[in-house]
């Protein structure tokens, strides 16, 4: 595309040189000039005569401070830059006059930071800029009709914190134009008028931090955008009504910090996203509609600070989320209605501090989480129904400061979780109903700072934990015996503090773990017969636990696999091989230490193995593609 330019650049070199016979084509300064002094500027046809076409850049201005250039008649020669044309940094430069006859610009236009020019006066000569434009803080600046001739921007056109600017009146020449649209913190702009009609932004298009912008109808022919799309900070743009014809966006959606947006009406046809979708701080913002068209997030789904909010209807046909899905902040949210079809999440769900939130209605057929699972600070939250479906995650669950929350019901699904369990803050919690069926702890369990649980008698079908356990400041918890079938893996360290009315801990796992002379244990504040070490290994002693067996992990290859897996053991035992959901599809005797199994029947997922010899086990687990 740029050589596309360059040619079409040097045609109307060519054509104007022609046109100036009594003016010599000739070119100079390959290596550029910079011009500081208004001196400079008046010397320049003496210093330089007959140059027209300038082989390298110019610099009219400094890179910071000012300079005292208040006209640029001695640069009038002038017919071609080949390199950039900077402008910036001349608080006493009024107009450009004196560029009337620059045609074209190979590389990029720079107007910025001069303070007294009021409109651009001296461009109107201008065909083609190879680069990027960029006008930017330009105080007095009023007006860009001057740019009337211009028909090539070949990079991205940039326009910001230009205080007195009112329209884009100038720029509706424009037939090719191929980069990023940016238009931000134009205090006087009230519509994009002048804008040229362009079925596609090649690049980004940002309307941001326009506070008097209310119209958006030049962007009316748009169909799509080949980046990011955002839409912020424009507090009295009432509606998204002229965006009708876009139908896609490369990039990331942005809608964010719009006081006035009540809903997406004009986002209708949008149905695809090529990245994620940020929705923030608009606060009025109602509803959702408008986004209905749209079924897949690639990356991360955003909504925070949208204190109107009552519900998610809008994304009604939402399936996937490739990456985060973050809920945070939402005050008037009750619940998630808007999101049942949501299958599946890619990386992490986060459910953050939405003090309204009274249930989770609307995430009833989510299967899947690839990442974290935290649930966290929500005022009023009771418990997770309706996750009932939920099957899968894959990173760690915090469930911690939701003041509301009396139990885990909605988790039944959960066999198994590939990282740390915290369970934290969590005042009127009464039990851990809801992680009935956890069996597996591929990570640390943290348990802390509940005020009203009593017990853990819903963990008893943990038999795995693979971490640091720790047991904190839990007021009225009396017994660990919820945990006593955990049998295996190994508890790195303990931590078993401040629990008032807690006196018996002598459970099996931690019997091990009081056994193994590396890693730390803090045991102090709890009730006598689990407020010292020493008392816990007395009782250990007394109730007949005897050496726990050894475990290590179990070599599993190919994993992932597709047809068949391979055991490497030099133990003999009890195979057995168990689904996500904690059901047995194999158990047989191991007698030879490789062993290969046909899995190509067997359903995708994840399969947990344990290998149970006489005094030693051995776990691991895998993935079936």
Request: aromatic share 6%; net charge negative; hydrophobic share 35%.
């Amino acid at each position: 595309m740029r050589k596309w330019y360059f040619i079409l650049l040097s045609v109307i070199v060519g054509h104007l040189a022609n046109g100036q016979s009594d003016q010599p084509y000739v070119p100079c300064l390959p290596q550029g000039i910079t011009l500081s002094t208004q001196s400079q500027i008046d010397s320049f046809p003496i210093n330089y005569p007959n140059c027209t076409q300038v082989e390298g850049y110019i610099r009219i201005g400094m890179y910071l401070g000012s300079t005292d250039i208040n006209n640029l008649f001695g640069l009038s020669g002038l017919s071609s830059i080949r390199g950039y044309l900077t402008i910036q940094f001349n608080d006493s430069l009024r107009s450009l006059d004196g560029l009337e006859n620059l045609a074209s610009i190979e590389g990029g236009l720079y107007v910025n930071h001069n303070d007294a020019l009021n409109n651009l006066t001296g461009l109107s000569g201008l065909e083609a800029i190879g680069e990027h434009l960029t006008i930017s803080y330009n105080d007095n600046l009023c007006s860009i009709v001057d740019l009337k001739n211009l028909i090539i921007v070949g990079g991205d056109i940039t326009c910001t914190s230009n205080e007195r600017l009112k329209t884009f009146e100038g720029l509706g020449g424009l037939t090719n134009f191929q980069g990023s649209l940016i238009i931000e913190n134009n205090d006087s702009l009230i519509s994009l008028y002048g804008l040229p009609q362009f079925n596609t932004v090649g690049g980004d298009l940002r309307i941001s931090f326009n506070r008097n912008l209310t119209d958006l109808s030049s962007l009316s022919v748009v169909t799509s955008v080949n980046g990011d799309l955002y839409i912020v900070g424009n507090k009295k743009l009432p509606n998204l009504l002229p965006l009708s014809n876009l139908t896609m966006t490369d990039g990331t959606l942005m809608i964010s910090y719009n006081d006035s947006l009540s809903d997406f009406s004009g986002l209708n046809n949008l149905h695809s996203i090529g990245k994620s979708m940020y929705i923030s701080a608009n606060l009025s913002l109602n509803n959702l509609s408008g986004l209905e068209k749209i079924s897949r997030i690639p990356k991360d789904l955003f909504i925070s600070q949208t204190t109107s909010l009552k519900n998610l209807t809008g994304l009604d046909n939402i399936e996937y989320v490739g990456g985060d899905l973050d809920i945070q902040h939402t005050t008037g949210l009750k619940n998630l209605v808007g999101l049942e079809n949501l299958d599946s999440v890619g990386e992490d769900l986060v459910i953050y501090q939405n003090d309204s939130l009274i249930n989770l209605s609307g995430l009833q057929n989510l299967k899947y989480i690839g990442g974290r699972f935290d649930v966290r600070h929500n005022l009023v939250l009771p418990n997770l129904e309706p996750l009932t479906t939920l099957s899968f995650i894959g990173g760690g669950v915090e469930l911690s400061g939701n003041q509301g929350m009396l139990n885990f019901n909605g988790l039944q699904g959960i066999y198994s979780l590939e990282d740390r369990l915290g369970i934290r803050y969590n005042p009127s919690l009464k039990s851990l109903a809801g992680l009935d069926h956890l069996a597996f702890l591929w990570g640390s369990l943290f348990i802390g700072e509940n005020d009203s649980l009593e017990d853990l008698n819903e963990l008893d079908g943990l038999i795995f934990i693979s971490g640091d356990l720790g047991i904190q400041d839990n007021m009225l918890l009396t017994n660990l015996d919820g945990m006593r079938n955990i049998k295996f893996g190994q508890i790195e360290n303990l931590l078993i503090q401040n629990n008032p009315n807690l006196s018996e801990c002598s459970i099996p796992c931690i019997c091990k773990r009081l056994g193994n002379p590396n890693g730390w244990n803090i045991i102090e504040g709890n009730d006598s017969g689990c407020n010292t070490e020493a008392e816990i290994r007395a009782k250990c002693d007394t109730t007949g636990i005897t050496e726990i067996v050894k475990e290590t992990n179990l070599s599993l290859f190919p994993n992932p696999a597709n047809t068949l897996i391979t055991l490497h053991s030099q133990i003999m035992g009890i195979l057995s091989i168990q689904e996500l959901n904690g059901q047995e599809v194999l158990q047989k005797e191991i007698a030879t230490p490789i062993t290969t199994i046909d899995v190509s029947g067997w359903e995708s997922g994840i399969y947990f193995v344990r290998l149970t010899g006489e005094r030693m086990v051995q776990v691991g687990k895998f993935l079936k593609q």
